[in-house]
Structures are given as C-alpha cells and as structure tokens.
C-alpha cells in the first residue's frame, strides 16, 4: 500500500468505466515511482487498464534541445520498459489543458492521477486540467522522500528548521518499493512513436547542443549512481567542494527529469555503508538540501524574484543598490565568458560545454553575477537565464533555491555589510584559492 500522505485528491469527481490514467510529468521513471505504483494499485483495485500519458509542450520555460533530448530519450526508454509490463505510453503535444482533456475523452479515462510539481508553471497546468475534467483527479509526491505538504505547511527557514522534522519522518517514509506489476493484455494499444518527428517538431533552440558524456534514461541513471558508489563515495565528503575534481554524484539531471528516484538513491546509498563521513554529507545534500528546496518553491511564489528575498536581505540589498560596482556586464559578455575573471569565465564554460556547472562554482559564479550587475533584479535574471539555458538539469527547485541563496541570502543568514553584497554572504577569488587548484580548473576550459 502506498502511503497516504503521499496522496491527495486535487478534484472530486465522477468515475466511468475506463481506464486509470497516469499523466507523467516530473518523475519519468518506471521503477519506483509512487504515482505509477498508486495509479497501478487503484486500476487493480478497480480492475481497469492502466495507461502513462506524457504531455509535451513545445516551448517549455525556453529550454532548449539539450534539455528536450535528454528528457526525449529518457521517455523513448519509458515507452520500451512500459510495454513489457503491458501499459500503454502515449506522448501528446500541445497544451496540457486541450490535450489531456481530449485524450481523457477519447479513452473514457475515469481518475487521472499526476506527480508533484512545486513551480508555478506545474501548478497552473494542473488547474487548466481540472477546469477542463469531471472525473477524480489525485497528485502523488514521486520525487520527495518526505511528500513536500507532509514535512511541513509552510515556509521554512533554513536547513536546520526543515532538517529535524525530514529526520523525523524519514522513519515512515524510507521503505522500500514495491514491484510494478504485469497488468493482464489490454486492448488500447499505444500509438507508435516517431520520437525523430517529435524531436524535429518542438519550437525550442536548437543551438545549445546535446552533451554525450552523460548518457540519459532509467538505466544509464542507475549505472551512473553505481559508477559513483564504487568509485567516488568514499572521497565524496571530501572532495565534493573541489571543482577540479570529479567527485560529486552527476546524478542531479537524473533527478530533475526524475530518471532516478531519490528514495532509491538515499536506500542504496544506506546499504553501501561505505565512508560515514561521505554517506552523511551525501544524503544531506539529496535529501535535506533538495526537499528544501522544493518547500522554498511552493510556498514562496516568488520564488524567481527580488520580492521572494527575506526581509533582511532585500533592506540590505536596498541599501546597496547606489554603490559603485568595479565592473558592470551586460548578458551578453556574461555568456560569451567575457569577464575581466578566468575563474569566472571558466566555470561559464564548463556550463556551457558540458552542461553541468561544478557545485562550488555555481555559488561562485551566481554570487558574482551580483557583484558585476546594476541590481540585484538584473542579477537574478541574468543568472537564471543563463542556468536554465545551459545546464542539463535546469528550470528546477535546486536551481531557483540556489541562485536566490547566492544572490538573495534565501535560506542563510545575515554576513558582515560589504559594497553590492550588502550583508549578503561574499565569495572570492582568495577562497577559492585557498580550497582547489583553480588553475587545473580553468585549465580544463581554456587549456
Ligand atoms: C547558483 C546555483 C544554481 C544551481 N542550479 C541548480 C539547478 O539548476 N539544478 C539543480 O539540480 N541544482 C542546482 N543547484 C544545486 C547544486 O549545485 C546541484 O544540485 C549540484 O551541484 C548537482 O550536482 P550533483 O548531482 O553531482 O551533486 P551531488 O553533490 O552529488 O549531490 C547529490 C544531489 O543532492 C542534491 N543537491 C546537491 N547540492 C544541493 C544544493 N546546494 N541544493 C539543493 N540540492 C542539492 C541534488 O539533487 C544533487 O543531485 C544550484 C546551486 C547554486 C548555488
């Protein structure tokens, strides 16, 4: 049985005689997802056929094609894994609210049941649909260990006031996964998928290419966990914050497209029982740190503005806003990497070649956009343009909750009053200095 509190009923309405329908969206994995297993058990309960819909919309937040084809490929897998399980996968286009009315029609679909999305975007698609639908329509929390509206009903402060309450509940709520099961053959059969059409036919940018070192999909996700239980963990704790190095998981754009599950990560990781240090600081980040940042996403709107700053950080800010800044960039030179700084243009290019910035640089980086803008508004924007444009796991919690830590004070506290920063937390070139190698790093990019 799936916990309840991972459920909750969006609409009431009336069932008909067709089949379960699981609207995919966050969490695209077929093993352990609890909305896929929740809408499995009710079609059991009820014995109707079960179906996964995904819904793409052609021009998602101005992702581009290294965004669409990892999450594309990742659902042609879907596609393949899911009929061996005799589940229909159906790929609509347009938007959500016309098409998945007009597919529930179509199929006599009688619940709809989705994953949870904390951002505003996710949240609207959902009312769009429910206006549109009069059968019963549930939401599953699939990518929280603890479901987001369970650890808590508002918004926390910081790590150390969400960190007690995820540790209290990690007791219910880390159990291992049931199967999915084999349903019995149905007669819907899934439309067959030209997923070269479907990539050719979405409105996005096609000039931030694909990156081909890190492959996409539930099973590259899991072999790429496995890689850095064998051969990272044991250094994890200690040189995860050296971006010189290779030792963070790289599992981040795994899970944002939900490829992988953070439960299943967080349960091997507690098998492995490798180096404590490491398992510690590790399931933090994944556990504390991530469901942190979805808590910060739904329950502060603003979470992509100055207005979503605490009330400390914004006066500070205000104060600031008349200082001189040494240098002022326009977006522009900002993404050609052309700042007066090698460090900063380095950790530029790692994002823009690679699509994966390094942990410690993104801080770095984010909090000089700040110190090298007009204003903190321009910052921001700025800095989110350029993460959801380049980096592969883009347009997520982490990175909304990331950007306004660094250029914000989101989630930390007040520093010493500096010119720009205010008492917002200062990085520099010294630190950085001081804790890597940074010519090995800059080397990587401009060798
Ligand atoms: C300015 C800025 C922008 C960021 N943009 C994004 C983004 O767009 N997408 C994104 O997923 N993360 C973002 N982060 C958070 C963090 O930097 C990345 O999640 C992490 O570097 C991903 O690499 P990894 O999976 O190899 O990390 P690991 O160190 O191996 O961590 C494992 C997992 O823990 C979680 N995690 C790690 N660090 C953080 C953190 N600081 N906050 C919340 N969760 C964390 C992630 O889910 C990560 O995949 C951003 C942080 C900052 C400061």
């Known amino acids: 049985m799936i916990n309840e509190k991972r459920v909750r009923l969006l609409q009431k309405g009336n069932e008909t005689n067709g089949p379960i329908i699981y609207w995919m969206s966050r969490d695209q994995r077929v093993h352990d997802n609890w909305a896929l297993l929740f809408s499995q058990q009710i079609a059991l309960e009820k014995k109707k056929p079960l179906i996964v819909l995904f819904n793409i919309v052609p021009d998602f937040l101005e992702a581009t094609i290294r965004q669409y084809g990892f999450m594309l490929k990742g659902l042609q897998e879907i596609d ?14 347009g938007k959500p609210d016309v098409q998945i009315s007009e597919f529930l029609k179509q199929k006599y679909g009688s619940v709809l049941v989705s994953d949870f999305d904390p951002l505003k975007i996710k949240r609207i698609w959902k009312r769009d649909v429910a206006r549109e639908i009069a059968i019963p329509f549930y939401e599953v929390d699939a990518h929280n260990i603890v479901p987001c509206l369970s650890v808590s009903d508002k918004l926390e402060f910081a790590a150390y006031t969400i960190r007690p309450k995820i540790h209290k509940a990690l007791i219910e709520f880390m159990d291992e996964f049931p199967s999915l099961k084999k349903m019995g053959k149905t007669e819907i059969a899934s ?95 994944l556990i504390v740190r991530k469901e942190l940042s979805d808590n910060f996403c739904y329950f502060n709107k603003n979470y992509d503005s100055f207005e979503g700053f605490h009330q400390w950080a914004k006066t500070s800010l205000n104060e600031h806003r008349k200082d001189e800044r040494d240098f002022v960039y326009t977006i522009e030179q900002f993404e050609h990497a052309k700042t007066h700084e090698d460090l900063w243009n380095a950790a530029q290019m790692e994002m823009v070649t690679t699509g994966k910035m390094h942990g410690y640089m993104r801080m770095y980086w984010a909090k000089k956009i700040l110190e090298w803008t007009k204003s903190p508004e321009d910052a921001l924007r700025t800095a989110i343009y350029l993460n959801d444009k380049y980096e592969i796991d883009g347009r997520d919690p982490n990175g909304y909750a990331g950007i306004a830590w660094s250029i914000g004070g989101v989630h930390d506290r007040a520093w010493f009053e500096r010119p720009v920063y205010g008492k917002i937390r200062y990085m520099n070139r010294n630190g950085a200095e001081k804790k890597f190698d940074i010519k090995s790093y800059i080397g990587k990019f401009f060798g």
């Open 80 to 93: 393949s894994e899911l009929a061996k399980y005799n589940i229909p996968f159906f790929l609509l286009a």
């Open 191 to 285: 439309d067959k998928i030209d997923w070269v059409k479907i990539q050719n036919s979405v409105k996005i940018n096609f000039d931030v290419k694909e990156v081909d070192w890190l492959k996409p999909g539930e099973t590259s996700a899991l072999k790429s966990f496995k890689y850095f239980l064998k051969n990272k963990f044991e250094n994890y704790y200690e040189l995860r914050n050296d971006p010189s190095r290779d030792y963070q998981s790289n599992l981040s754009p795994y899970l944002h497209f939900g490829q992988i599950s953070a439960q299943r990560v967080a349960l091997e990781t507690q098998k492995f029982n490798g180096n404590k240090e490491s398992e510690k600081s590790f399931l933090e980040e």
